[in-house]
């Protein structure tokens, strides 16, 4: 078993043995993403389209952006289908050495690489529609660790369509090894994304857009958090203030190292939702590797971030599986995520109580920081009612 000792996990042979036979049976039991270029997909599915900034250089293989590091960023827009039948959530990969189907797997109906930044501000401005209040909105995603670029883009395409989101929809892609065994690799590669970022971010403001949604995935919001770090150092508080609210998933993330982001970035986005939960097993891995009882998106002691204005919502009694990335996944986080607005609301209205937004789920607020989402039926039982 792992003990804690000193405050920090004491792994044995026979662990770490375990844990590493568990990444790779991780790493054997999912396929790859790919992308898989159909034009035709595009009558059949609904097309969804992604701009795209990336720190990866090309791969002289496969010609497209793989795993290695590039110092200039590049730009370009990928238009995705996205199939007619599939779960909320749910994203498919045509099988190797079969037929793609439009019906059923994620598709590429264009691929279009900006040879000038000038280009790719100039087609995400004709995107950035007006937002619910007015304004010109964008939503860049960060993408976390193991993940390659064809995971990355398909997902923010899955989650924009099936949040209605609004506005632009940008997709960073920092150069992760893709690799379950690459953990240190990718941590390292973060650093060193993190000036492609802010100017991602430079160039989504010059577009036109006025109010910039930062989302990031696990590994991701170590990335995200370094960035407006540094913008807050560098005095960009015009640019930070674009900023209209930040959404950190499963975030692998130190809490002593946020607490001290925090710090240097000053005000924090608001709003600033976590979206974690204590039964996250690849968090708890993460912080085996780390050396750390707890990492910011399976934190169980609150009181750690108290002082801060966010808001945690801990998803841990729904999520099921791993835990990780788990309202990417479920259709009621989904929806949760899409009615946010609400969410934010009932909390600053209502501290104490319980506020049902969703079929099968109650928000229960249990003090400033804290919303615990639950079923209702564990709900009712735990009540006897």
Known sequence: MINLVGGHHHVEGRDLAR?????????????????????????????????????????PETRRYGNGRSEVINYARYDVSIPPDRALGEIEYPRKGSKPN?????????????????????DIAKAALKGPRGGREAVIFVHGFNTNFAEGLYRIAQLSHDLELPGATVHYSWPSAANPLGYVRDRDSVLFARDGLEQLIKQVEDAGADRILLVAHSMGALLTMETMRQMAIR????????????????????????????????????????????????????????????????LKDLTRVADLKVTYLDAGDIDGGA???????????????????????????????????????????????????????????QTGQ
């Open 102 to 122: 439009p019906k059923t797997d994620f598709l590429t109906t264009s691929e279009v690489v900006h040879t000038t930044p000038s280009d790719f501000r100039s």
């Open 235 to 298: 005095g960009e508080k015009r640019l930070l203030q674009k900023i209209a609210g930040v959404i950190l998933i499963s975030p692998d993330l130190d809490v002593d190292v946020f607490r001290s982001q925090s710090r240097d970035i000053g005000v924090l986005p608001q709003p600033f939702l976590i979206f974690g939960s204590h039964r996250d097993r690849l968090l708890n891995l993460s912080a085996v590797v780390s050396g750390e009882p707890d990492r910011l998106g399976n």
């Open 323 to 381: 835990g990780h990335f788990a309202f990417g996944n479920s259709s009621a986080l989904l929806s949760l995520l899409g009615r946010i607005g609400e969410v934010d609301a009932a909390f600053q209205n209502d501290t104490r109580g319980r506020v049902g937004l969703l079929p099968g789920v109650i928000l229960t607020v249990q003090n400033a920081t804290q919303i615990v989402l639950a079923p209702v039926a564990a709900i009712a039982y």
């Open 19 to 59: 844990f590493l036979v568990l990444v790779l049976l991780l790493a054997s039991c999912a396929q790859r993403g790919q992308i898989t270029l159909d034009s035709h997909a595009a009558t059949i599915g609904a097309v969804q389209t992604v701009f795209v900034g990336t720190t990866r250089m090309i791969d």
